[in-house]
């Protein structure tokens, strides 16, 4: 997707370039050892956001560090690139491991002759400085279930085997009418597209409400991957879907259940600390010009709403089920304070 060109048709998502999988057992080639990949993520960015809260949730953050790429991007031969920058923590605007300034530079280490798109999240080989996946769900999946010994003790089972056909029946529905689906709504590339992506929005949107009405998490009664995957849209929804991708009907604060079922899990450890408003509204307004020709960054609203008492503990259940929280954020790590 180019961001900065008039969308003139639907917006079409592409299969990862790259899906190498790592996993404790090597079994596919990679093997999963600390220190060995980068996780490369841009805070505005939801895809990269689950995979944050995995890495969160699953105590990886030792084993595997993190970068974070610039929200503002850099144009480079007409189309905006992730890249690494002292205003996000590179010196000399590289990044201090990889000694790359653009995340395209990974792709172009794995294949020379790539031209394709370069997207965050991006797992990055430390030694060769290749690129070994972008898939961000299998990336997120194979954290939770497939690094073994390097997850921490207490680590919650984001994907229960015997959830897990009903996490992706969710999952489907919540991916392709709010995941993708406000993404449909906000390149539409005219009326007709567009009315119909969002009235997909806030079907499934309305259809949460009243499942979430009387259980506190999406599948089961503790924080699973489909809570990970609904949350990171619900918590950019007012800040920058209801403005600039005009999913105006409602605002999420509007909606009692997911209003509060948001909340809860924001003040949850692993999704409030690693959820970067400020990030996330220059990253859309700045860098879309196609739909924002100004690049003017919209002020609100005021996060703080964020933090006001769910009640959600009163459904039952608890985040962690028989799991520990995961501990703080390491330094160098921490998003602003809302307070
Ligand atoms: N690449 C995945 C999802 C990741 C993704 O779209 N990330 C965005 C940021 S939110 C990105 O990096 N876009 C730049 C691009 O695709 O060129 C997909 O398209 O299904």
Redesign the pocket.
């Known amino acids: ?3 900065n060109r008039m969308p003139t048709e639907e917006i079409k ?2 299969p ?1 370039a790259f899906d190498d999988r790592v996993t404790a057992d090597g079994r596919y080639g990679r093997r999963a050892e600390p220190g060995r990949y980068r996780l490369v993520v ?1 805070r ?5 956001h689950r995979v944050a809260i995995v890495r969160r949730l699953t105590g990886l953050e030792q084993a595997l560090p993190l970068a974070v790429t610039d929200p503002r991007q850099e144009i480079i031969d007409g ?2 690139h ?1 890249v690494f920058t002292e205003a996000t923590g590179s010196p000399g605007d590289r990044d201090p491991v990889l000694g790359i300034h653009a995340l395209r530079e990974a792709y172009l280490a794995r294949d020379p002759g790539y031209d394709g ?5 991006a797992l990055v080989d430390v030694p060769s400085g290749h690129l070994v996946s ?1 898939d ?1 769900d299998r990336l997120g999946l194979d954290m939770a279930t497939e690094w073994g010994g390097l997850v921490r003790a207490g680590a919650p089972d984001l994907y229960p085997q015997a959830l897990r056909e009903e996490i992706e029946e969710v999952g489907r529905g919540v991916y392709r009418d709010l995941n993708n689906g406000v993404y449909r709504s906000g390149f539409a590339p005219d009326q007709a597209r567009y009315d119909r992506a969002v009235r997909a929005v806030f079907t499934r949107l309305d259809a949460l409400e009243e499942r979430l009405t009387g259980r506190r998490y999406l599948v089961g009664d503790r924080v699973t991957i489909a809570d990970i995957r609904l949350f990171t849209t619900l918590v950019r929804f007012d800040a920058v879907y209801h403005g600039h991708f005009k999913c105006n009907r409602r605002k999420l604060i509007e909606y009692p259940a997911l209003w509060a079922y948001a909340r809860d899990l924001f003040q949850t450890p692993g999704f409030g600390d690693t959820t970067h408003f400020d990030h996330i509204r220059v990253h859309y307004y700045h860098v879309h010009t196609a739909i924002n020709p100004s690049g003017i960054v919209a002020v609100g609203p005021d996060p703080r709403n964020w933090l006001t008492p769910h009640h959600r503990e009163e459904l039952g259940g608890t985040p962690f089920g028989d799991g520990t929280a995961p501990g703080p954020v390491p330094a160098g790590e921490r998003v602003p304070d809302l307070g």
Request: aromatic content about 14%; charged content about 20%; overall charge neutral.
């Open positions: 997707m180019r961001a998502r592409d990862a841009n505005a960015c939801p895809w990269a189309d905006p992730w798109g370069v997207s965050v999240p972008n961000y």
